[in-house]
Each structure stands twice: as C-alpha cells, then as structure tokens.
C-alpha cells in the first residue's frame, strides 16, 4: 500500500530543503556544492532531493522561484501599504536592500544562478520568469509619473537597482544605508519625483 503524503507537510518539506539549498549554494557556490552537500545541510539523504527536485538544476531552479516570489509579495504588500509617490519608492528600496545579510546572500546566490542559467535552457525559463516579475513590480513605480514612457523607465530603474547590487557584493565592508540612499536619489531622479513631497 502506498504511504499518503500531507500536502501541507510536503510543502513545509521542500521548503525546508530549498532553504537548506540556498544557504550552501551561498556558503559554496553553485559550481561547487552538491547535491550530497545539500542533502548534508538539510539533515536528508541525497535520495531525498532527487525525488523532490529531480537534479541540483531542478533544485537550483526551485530556490529562485521561491526566493523571487517572496520578495515579489512582500514588495507588493509594502507597495499596496504605501500612500505617496515617495513612501512606495522608499518601501521598493528596502525589499531591493534587506538587510546586509539578506541582501548579500540573495545576490550571491542570484548571480550564481544567472550565470548557470545561461549554459540551461531550463534554467533560462526560470530566469526569463523572473525578469517577467520584476518587471512587473518596476512597472508599478515607472508609472507613478504617468503611462508615457513607462516601459523604458522600468528597464532603467532595473538596471539601477542590478548595478547597486552588483557593487554592493563587491564592496567589502558595505553600508547598507547608503546603497539604499543612492538607490532612492537615482530613483527618485529617473521619475523625476520631488523627494520633499513624499
């Protein structure tokens, strides 16, 4: 007889596992870790993530879609939560730049998976979700000083926050304040919003 599984229970397992996944992935690198160094980290056996992910590509592929996802919510929540122009961008500036921790292993792994994700084509669907989301969530922004040009601003504001956080992993004693503060001022210019009406 077949064992039932809790779908409530799997799903706090595979989460448990993704996260295990991401800490290595940032304690080793991508290239560098295993699966059995994952399955380690989790307290699993290497079986284990075989059968929840099929490969360390499905699991490096499920790591960023639950990475990006949480930080598509919450920014939208702190979005929704907002009221002026100048109180959203602060919000979308805090979940870009959370917490020096947080902010340095999520760009860590990110870049990692970017750079695999251009020698897999499975992994490239995943990085072309991504791009879809946040784009997305940047429209929400570029929009603020009205529809006319707002595509363009969107890819403008991305290629500001990836630029920040790429010097940000470079910059070895980083002060997480002051990127947030060069990211609101660039932002706050590109939209041409008066930061004293916020």
């Not at 284990?48 to 590509?57: A, Q, W």
């Not at 730049?97 to 995943?126: C, E």
């Not at 570029?142 to 910059?171: C, H, I, K, T, Y």
């Amino acid at each position: 007889m077949a064992r039932k599984v809790n779908p409530i229970q799997d799903r706090q397992r595979r989460a448990g596992l993704e996260q295990a996944a991401y800490l290595a992935i940032f304690e080793q690198g991508y290239a560098g870790v295993t699966l059995s160094d994952i399955a380690r980290q989790a307290g699993v056996s290497k079986g284990t993530l075989v059968y929840h992910f099929g490969s360390k590509e499905g699991l490096l592929a499920a790591v960023m879609r639950r990475f990006v996802r949480t930080i598509a919510v919450a920014t939208r929540r702190a979005l929704r939560q907002a009221v002026t122009p100048q109180a959203k961008l602060e919000a979308y500036v805090e979940n870009q730049f959370y917490g020096l921790a947080n902010t340095r292993r999520f760009y860590t792994v990110y870049l990692d998976f970017l750079a695999a994700s251009t020698r897999d084509p499975a992994l490239m669907q995943v990085q072309r979700a991504f791009v879809d989301e946040t784009h997305r969530l940047d429209l929400a922004l570029a929009r603020l000083p009205g529809e006319a040009g707002a595509d363009d601003r969107a890819w403008q504001l991305r290629a500001m926050v990836d630029g920040l956080s790429v010097r940000f992993l470079s910059d070895p004693d980083p002060d997480l304040e002051r990127y947030r503060r060069l990211c609101l001022h660039g932002l706050t210019a590109l939209l041409q919003l008066d930061e004293r009406a916020g």
